[in-house]
């Protein structure tokens, strides 16, 4: 059977990611950055991973964390989203297989600091580079640049800005492993329209299940 990743991110509410897990997300996410509007704790993280277990794998994202705390969160999630600064030294202290690198991309010199990492063969996803925040902008990536990286490397997660308005159009095109969205299926930050959610994962569902 083909592999994918959908993965819907930024949930703050128990009884949303089990709906968003029965829709057929395969990866949900949680953020713990205090410095972000969905920020959550580490008990809500772990009363919400509990929850969709057998629905869909959870993914904590944090930004350049201490060893200890990654520690700490994969005692109660499947999976750890790195989306700040992190060294291959310090995210090969957890194993390949639980650990998404994410990179923010500004241009094509960015592919260099992804190498280290295809090279080992980490999961990468990669989200549009903003000055302001380490993600959840709703901002998209140049979709040539996105296209070149998952041409590259097989097991790129396409992210940014995306939504039922551009995922089929951008699935086409870049024909990532995997899709993962949060800001533009939001009512407000932390709160998902699931509506939307529905329709982006029937969008993806679609194209991960045809022959593309
Ligand atoms: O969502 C956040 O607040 C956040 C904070 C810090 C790092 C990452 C964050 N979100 C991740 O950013 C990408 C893209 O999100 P969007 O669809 O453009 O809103 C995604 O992986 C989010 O999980």
Do not use: W
């Amino acid at each position: 059977m083909k592999e994918y990743i959908i993965k819907i991110c930024g949930l703050t509410d128990k009884e949303q990611a089990v709906s968003i897990g029965k829709m057929g997300a395969t990866h949900i996410g949680m953020i713990y950055f205090e410095k972000s509007p969905r920020h959550i704790d580490i008990k809500k993280i772990a009363e919400i991973s509990k929850a969709i277990r057998g629905l869909a794998k959870s993914v904590a994202v944090v930004v350049n964390p201490e060893k200890e705390t990654v520690e700490n969160i994969l005692q109660i999630v499947d999976i750890v989203q790195f989306h700040g600064d992190e060294s291959i030294e310090f995210v090969s202290l957890f194993p390949k297989e639980r650990v998404i690198k994410a990179f923010r991309v500004k241009g094509e010199q960015d592919i260099q600091k992804m190498k280290p990492f295809m090279e080992e063969g980490y999961t990468v996803l990669i989200d549009a580079y903003s000055e302001k925040s380490y993600g959840g902008t709703g901002k998209q990536i140049n979709p040539k640049l996105a296209k070149k990286i998952s041409d590259i490397y097989p097991k790129t997660v396409l992210s940014g800005g995306l939504s039922p308005d551009n995922i089929k159009e951008l699935l086409e095109y870049v024909k990532p492993y995997g899709v993962d969205a949060s800001s533009k299926l939001e009512i407000k930050p932390g709160v998902k329209d699931l509506n939307r959610v529905k329709k982006f994962i029937k969008m993806a569902r679609e194209f991960y299940e045809s022959d593309n």
